[in-house]
């Protein structure tokens, strides 16, 4: 049963920064094509970005240009670099892989002030 640990979120203000992290209790992210999601309350959980094993990015259109995946496979850990932060991107950030969920994790609270 593979566990999913977010951690790095918090409250900064407006055009600041975060770094989440994500660890498995699995090596999963050299061969699944892995995401951060965020869910606000009353709204789906959506995916903002993608890692493919091969290192290929795919991030929503709302976060492009300001956020950054990446993945260290030898400390099962993956990140994801939120820059230039705005109020809309406040949410619970969630890891998972895309496709076959493994069980979510509790997620990192990220707020963002204006």
């Known amino acids: 049963q593979v566990q999913l640990v977010e951690s790095g979120g918090g409250l900064v203000q407006a055009g600041g920064s975060l770094r989440l992290s994500c660890t498995a209790s699995g090596s999963i992210f050299s061969f699944n094509v892995m995401g951060w999601y965020r869910q606000t309350p009353g709204k789906q959980r959506e995916m903002v970005a993608s890692i493919t094993p091969g290192g290929v990015t795919n991030y929503a259109d709302s976060v492009k240009g300001r956020f950054t995946i990446s993945r260290d496979n030898a400390k099962n850990t993956m990140y994801l670099q939120m820059n230039s932060l705005k109020p809309e991107d406040t949410a619970v950030y969630f890891c998972?892989?895309?496709?076959?969920?493994?069980?979510w994790g509790q997620g990192t609270q990220v707020t963002v002030s204006s």
């Open positions: 998972n892989r895309l496709g076959y969920y493994y069980s």
